[in-house]
Antibody, heavy 120, light 106 residues
Framework: EVQLVESGGGLVKPGGSLRLSCGAS????????MSWVRQAPGWGLEWVGR??????????DYAAPVRGRFTISRDDSRDTVYLQMNSLEIEDTAVYYC???????????WGQGTPVTVSS | DIQMTQSPSSLSASVGDRVTITCRAS??????LNWYQQKPGRAPKLLIY???SLQSGVPSRFSGSGSGTDFTLTISSLQPDDFATYFC?????????FGQGTKLEI
């Protein structure tokens, strides 16, 4: 069974940093494209970014609001993907979901989400 | 960025009804359109990918159609478990973008 378990969320002040982790199991992690998607309270879904598999260079893409502040990385030896968030803003407050993306871009599996609150 | 517009924003229906939700892209996205269902406090669930491919394990009452800029999600006969919020997503061009959601209510 595919499982994605996020951790690392919490309360942080504006301008602060946080690193989210997502542990994966039940599939071949090294072959997967991994994405992060967030959802602000009471709002819709917002794509944050993705990381391709190492065999494709492990390259990353980001949404404009987070580009330059957020970094996605992966450790295939630990079956874990990370989201490093720096210079956090109040608008970054959301539940952050780790996910697996299929070759067509559909998000086939989601973690349970971890909440991030940016507040002074 | 490609804008995705869903309609309606909310919809009232009854068990057994046939329901259609539409999603329009601001430019052509070929068939790179996915549909999700989300229930309160839960992560979304993929229903349809590539515009009309049913994700494994999803009931056959869900179907998708369309290409280019106009897409539809159809539920042929609503079941009690289907009352939720539905989102479309384009994966044609980075950044992926989602529609604003359609809340399906009794």
């Amino acid at each position: 069974e595919v499982q994605l378990v996020e951790s690392g969320g919490g309360l942080v002040k504006p301008g602060g940093s946080l690193r989210l982790s997502c542990g994966a199991s039940g599939f071949t992690f090294s072959s997967a494209w991994m994405s992060w998607v967030r959802q602000a309270p009471g709002w819709g879904l917002e794509w944050v970014g993705r990381i391709r598999r190492k065999s494709e260079g492990g390259t990353t893409d980001y949404a404009a609001p987070v580009r330059g502040r957020f970094t996605i990385s992966r450790d295939d030896s630990r079956d874990t993907v990370y989201l490093q968030m720096n210079s956090l803003e109040i608008e970054d407050t959301a539940v952050y979901y780790c996910s697996i993306t299929n070759t067509f871009g559909g998000i086939v599996a989601w973690g349970q989400g971890t909440p991030v609150t940016v507040s002074s | 960025d490609i804008q995705m517009t869903q309609s309606p924003s909310s919809l009232s229906a009854s068990v057994g009804d046939r329901v259609t939700i539409t999603c329009r892209a601001s430019q052509s996205i070929a068939s790179y359109l996915n549909w999700y269902q989300q229930k309160p406090g839960r992560a979304p669930k993929l229903l349809i990918y590539a515009a009309n491919s049913l994700q494994s394990g999803v009931p056959s009452r869900f179907s998708g159609s369309g290409s280019g800029t106009d897409f539809t999600l159809t539920i042929s006969s609503l079941q009690p478990d289907d009352f939720a919020t539905y989102f479309c997503q384009q994966s044609y061009r980075t950044p992926d973008t989602f529609g604003q959601g359609t809340k399906l209510e009794i």
